[in-house]
């Protein structure tokens, strides 16, 4: 409604793909509530105008992959398909190829009024294309960032998370940006096991459990309670947690 873009630093390999496949069932839904569309083949409501973005080669590469693949889709992809949808590649997408192109893109959002939403990695913002997006939004209050992956301890993704609330700052190549856009995080996109489907991995280990584990990603509070589970759960491993 602000012609404002979100930004949603996407892993390039699945979180991207499962995005899209939402996206896509979200602009069905909004079409087929809209009615059919106008004369000039627009569709109609406010999900008609917006722009998604895919601005990553390696995502867009894997994506294409996905759809070679689609003899492998499950049954609810298959639907969709036989129903004329295009789960990975509706009419709204727009992949973003060449480095010219992505500079390109980056200029025009930044200073049109277009609403657009841009799928770009890295999932922590460390480095890749969202970076450049970053840099030329961050500050502008039209803008958006959308979380939707784990943002580790010292990574400019965490410090957007956390600071960008506060109207903070984040340092990205050596340069401080204020962070005047909004920041929204969206939870249950994890494609790691939790706690429980850890322990239980580790615990059912065929041939027995390791004597061995060394517990390495993750948050100082959530490795010592991994660890005290693991501890409780495989008393005849020894668990350690690297300092």
């Known amino acids: 409604a602000d012609g404002g873009t979100v930004i949603v630093p996407a892993f390039s390999v699945g979180r991207t793909q499962e995005l899209l496949y939402e996206l896509e069932a979200i602009f069905a839904e909004a079409e087929a509530e809209a009615g059919p569309p106008s004369r000039g083949g627009a569709t109609p409501g406010p999900w008609g105008s917006l722009q998604v ?9 894997f994506t294409r992959g996905y759809r070679t693949l689609r003899a492998f889709w499950d049954a609810e992809a298959k639907a969709r398909v036989a129903a004329g949808r295009h ?17 390109r893109m980056v200029n025009y959002l930044a200073h049109s009024r277009q609403p657009a939403l841009v799928l770009a ?15 030329a939004m961050l500050g502008d209050p039209r803008h958006d960032v959308l979380f939707v992956g784990y943002q580790a301890a010292g990574t400019p993704g ?11 700052w984040v340092e990205l190549d050596g340069e401080r940006f204020d962070i005047r856009c909004r920041i929204h995080t969206l939870g249950g996109y ?24 060394r517990i390495v990603h993750g ?8 660890a005290a589970a693991l501890k409780a759960a495989v008393p005849s491993a020894r668990v350690v947690v690297p300092g």
């Open 53 to 61: 973005v895919l601005d990553s080669p390696l995502a867009a590469d």
């Open 87 to 103: 789960p990975l590649a509706f009419e709204q997408l727009v992949t973003v190829a060449s480095h010219d192109d992505h500079a």
């Open 121 to 135: 990695a890295s999932g922590m913002c460390a480095g890749g294309r969202v970076v450049n997006y970053l840099k």
């Open 158 to 168: 965490r410090a957007i998370q956390r600071f960008g609330p506060r109207g903070g």
């Open 190 to 213: 994890s494609a790691h096991a939790d706690q429980a489907g850890l322990v239980a991995f580790a615990r059912d280990i065929p041939g027995g459990p390791p004597k061995d584990i």
């Open 219 to 226: 948050d100082d509070g959530a490795k010592a309670a991994l």
